[in-house]
Nanobody, 123 residues
Framework: QLQASGGGLVQAGGSLRLSCAAS????????MGWFRQAPGKEREFVSA????????YYADSVKGRFTISRDNAKNTVYLQMNSLKPEDTAVYYC??????????????????WGQGTPVTVSS
């Protein structure tokens, strides 16, 4: 129901825009999040956005470089990633959560997950 896309290989300093398209249900009332998992590491929070899009949250490691947004009419959430670094290399996952607190959004306790899209940043 969540399909992430837009990953790829990019040089350090470059940009990518990830998309997460929802199907099968409307996610306009859900908060949406992006997580990433590097090889051998745990899945970590990257960014989240409230159902209305008015509130956004970022991990310190991406703040100022990544921007999350959503288009509820298209049932899609985006992650614009600029100034990419090799340490951003990971598989990126999108997720949706119906009932939440701000703290919840930074954990992996989401209701739905996409399949992941790989991002590789070369130095």
């Amino acid at each position: 129901q969540l399909q992430a896309s837009g990953g790829g290989l990019v040089q350090a300093g470059g940009s990518l825009r990830l998309s997460c398209a929802a199907s099968g249900r409307t996610f306009s009332s859900y908060a949406m999040g992006w997580f990433r998992q590097a090889p051998g590491k745990e899945r970590e929070f990257v960014s989240a956005i409230s159902w209305s899009g008015t509130m956004t949250y970022y991990a310190d490691s991406v703040k100022g470089r990544f921007t999350i947004s959503r288009d509820n009419a298209k049932n899609t959430v985006y992650l614009q990633m600029n100034s990419l670094k090799p340490e951003d290399t990971a598989v990126y996952y999108c997720a949706a959560k119906a009932q939440y607190t701000v703290v919840d959004l930074t954990t992996t306790r989401y209701d739905y997950w996409g399949q992941g899209t790989p991002v590789t940043v070369s130095s």
